[in-house]
Structures are given as C-alpha cells and as structure tokens.
C-alpha cells in the first residue's frame, strides 16, 4: 500500500474517507493545516480538501509540487468551478465531493498506477547514462516514444544498449515479452511468434500460445529483427497491419493489442536492397526511429559510464574511483564492443582489483581489438570507391574477427560465443550468413 497524507479539517466528507481508507488498510497521515505542506512528510499520494484551505490551498499545493514533485494530488471540493484560478498542474485529480464519494478508491487506484508508472519510467532512464548530446537527444525522444503506441525501430552497433532502450519505452506496460530473432531456428519461427492448434503438424501434441498472444495487451522486443527469415516477415506484416494473428492449424484469427518494438544491428537499407528484408516491413516498423551512436563516437560519456558500472558491481561498502590516467586509458580505447565491452571491463577490473583508486595498469583491456578495428575500418573507408564495398569490407573483417576469435577457443562455439556475449544458436546464424563453415574455421 502507497502512503496517504491527508490535508483537511474534520468535517463529514473527511470522516467519510477516513473510514474507507482505514476499512482497507491504507496507512493515511492526516494534517489539519495548509503550513504542513511545506513541513510535512512527503507521501506518494496526497488527498486535499479545497474547501478546507480555500484561501491557502495554491500557494500551498505549490510549494507541495516544488518540495516532491512526484507526489499525486487528488484535490476536491464541493464545488471545483470556485477553484479554477488554480493551474491544473498543482493537482492531478480534482473531483466533486458527490464524485469522490462514488468514485474515491477507484481514483485512489489509477493514482497508484501512474505513480509506479513513473517510478518503473525514473528507474529505467537512469539506466540511459551519459551526458553528450546524442545521449540527451536520445533520452528526449525516449520520453516522447513512451506517450506514443507507434511501431520502434532501434538501429546500432551490438553492445550499445538497444535492449535498455526497448525496456525504457515499455515502461508503462505490465508485460514484456522478449524475442530474440537470432535464436529461433527458421522453421519454428512462425509457431514461437504465433502458436499452434494441438496436431497442427508432426508433433504437436497440446496446443502453443505464441509469443505475440503472450504480449497481448503488453510490448513485445524483436530483437535482432534483421536476422528474422522473409516467410516470417510476411506473417509478420500482416500482424502489424490487421491487428490478429493466426495460429498454425487454426480456423479464425485472434485480435491483439501489442505494441511492437523492434531493434537490429545491421543497415536494414542495405538488407532491402539485397533483398533480405522486406522494404514495406521496414517502414511499417519505422514509425519512431531511433540510430543508437556507438560509444567511440560519444567519449564524453565513458567517465560516467565507467562510474555507474562501478556503483553497480563493487560489493557494499567497497568504494573504488578512477584515476585520471586510468580515465585517460578509457578514453583512448575504440570500444569495439561498446557499452557491453566497457562493462565487462570495469566488472572484471573490480574482481582482480582491491577497493581504492583505479590505475591505468589495473585496467585490463584488450587493446589490440580496438586498435585492429579502428585501423582496419579507417583502411577500408579510405579506399572503399562504393558503399557497397565498404560493406563487403567489413563483412570480410567480421569473419575474420569471428575465426579468430573461434579459434582462440579452440574451435568451441559455445566457448566464442560466450565470450562475444552472444547466444550460440545466434553465432551459428551469423556463420551460416556470412558464409562460413564450422568445420573449416576449425
């Protein structure tokens, strides 16, 4: 139960909510004058009768809204009208005592729910770290994307927090229901997004709920939409625009009511224009766009990046701080792996390190990844005469990143995959596109 301040006199309406509240357990303060406002304690929700502290009530709710900004206001009076000259912005209901009669708990209830609303929202965003421009522009139309139902489209390099964003925007939803596209084999797609009917093929023993009815009056995250094969984008067109879906084996379609966010690192453009993806899905998907900056080009952001991993992973009671030098170090580095390799950089610096001041030496970060990749893509931007170069360019460095990195492991592509922060079956997807044989990179 939220706690309750309750600003009034004793009179019959303040007796009233007095019993309904204490009939189901609400922890209520009662303050009998207006000055407690500004002295009193700060409850999540606050009751305020108009007719109590009719003189006093703006000045009052101000100085409320300035002192605990997050707190809900429901105001009533016997008659609201007399009280226009206050800005709606000092309450969040306001309601006729004959209403709140009728309708006090479950006022009460949707008062609730926008203020754990806006904590869940206070609590993701604080996840969005950063102070450069493209993080404070990003942050903005995070917020704007929240109030909207429109299709997401996430863009950027793996490692840059696309999933933190996803998670930012649904919010204001009680289900979440994560895909990632990479990790479902090509023939089950179509049953894990939509379900089946019992016997609709071999195997089929019970009846399936997809994930798509799973999310039904939620969100749900495609994650890795670029690697969805085009008979599921097809299917999935149709959800988009017709609202139901169709299980494997069924009769009738079923309405739901989901909202669709979508994240890829890949250039879905180019994906169209080499026919991987299809070009009427992509813009039914691109409603709100948003291209996440990779972390090499938003340094500016490392310290305070650095600084939340460390909160977040130094054990109670154990403070580290960066040196300058050791700030230095991470700013020099290009973050090939982005936000995710400069976390598992401070975590393991945390685990081999004792609490106190971080030096450069304590650092350890694989150097060699971000100084092979910078050189190599400055190589390759420097004599790629098309885009489409560059891009063949760069897939033939991420084989090679990719054997290399298999092999270090010995051949296992569970161990690689481990250590890329990927799921195995998404490492073998991406080896399957690329081109590439297991058998041959061993």
């Not at 706690?3 to 309904?20: G, H, L, R, W, Y």
């Not at 604080?126 to 942050?139: D, I, Y």
């Not at 071999?202 to 939620?218: K, V």
């Not at 670029?226 to 139901?244: F, T, Y």
């Amino acid at each position: 139960m939220l706690p309750i301040d309750f600003f009034t006199k004793e009179n019959a309406t303040s007796s009233f909510i007095q019993d309904v509240l204490s009939s189901v357990d609400y922890p209520v303060s009662i303050f009998p004058s207006a000055q407690d406002a500004d002295t009193g304690a700060r409850a999540s929700i606050v009751i305020w009768d108009l007719d109590a502290f009719a003189s006093e009530s703006a000045e009052a709710l101000s100085k409320l809204r300035s002192r605990s900004p997050d707190t809900m206001i429901l105001a009533y009076a016997e008659n609201p009208d007399k009280f226009r000259d206050i800005p709606n912005n000092l309450y969040d209901i306001i309601l006729s005592v004959e209403a709140l009669r009728l309708h006090l708990m479950s006022k009460l209830a949707r008062l609730k729910e926008i203020y754990s609303a806006k904590r869940t929202f206070r609590e993701r965003m604080s996840h969005l770290v950063g102070k450069s421009e493209a993080m404070q522009n990003l942050r903005k139309t995070v917020e704007k994307a929240i109030l909207n139902t429109g299709s997401v489209l996430i863009q950027g390099e793996s490692g840059v927090g696309k999933d933190l964003i996803a998670r930012a925007i649904a919010c204001v939803y009680d289900k979440f229901v994560t895909v990632n596209c990479s990790a479902i084999p090509e023939a089950l797609f179509e049953s894990e997004l939509f379900g089946h009917t019992r016997g609709a093929f071999t195997g089929a023993q019970n009846e399936r709920i997809g994930l798509f009815e799973d999310a039904n009056g939620g969100a749900i995250f495609l994650d890795e939409i670029g690697d969805m094969p085009l008979h599921a984008q097809v299917k999935l067109l149709r959800v988009i625009q017709n609202h139901e879906i169709r299980p494997i084996g069924a009769n009738k379609t079923r309405h739901i009511d989901v909202r669709i966010i979508a994240a890829t690192n890949r250039d879905l453009r180019e994906e169209i224009r080499e026919k991987r993806f299809r070009e009427d899905l992509f813009y039914r998907l691109n409603v709100i766009p948003m291209q996440l900056s990779p972390l090499r080009e938003r340094k500016e952001d490392i310290e305070d990046l650095a600084n939340y991993f460390i909160r977040q992973y130094a054990p109670e009671g154990e403070p580290y701080t960066l040196s300058p030098e050791a700030l230095q170090k991470l700013q020099a580095h290009n973050w090939p792996g982005n936000i995710r390799e400069l976390e598992n950089v401070i975590q393991r610096t945390l685990c081999f390190t004792a609490p106190g001041i971080l030096n450069a030496d304590d650092l350890q970060i694989d150097e060699s990844m971000g100084i092979a990749t910078s050189g190599t893509t400055s190589a390759g931007i420097a004599t790629a005469s098309t885009y489409n170069e560059f891009r063949e360019m760069q897939m033939d460095e991420e084989k090679e990143f990719l054997k290399a990195k298999i092999r270090e492991c010995g051949g296992s592509i569970s161990l690689a995959a481990d250590k890329l922060g990927m799921i195995r079956t998404a490492l073998y997807n991406r080896l399957g596109r690329l081109g590439l044989n297991v058998k041959d990179i061993r």
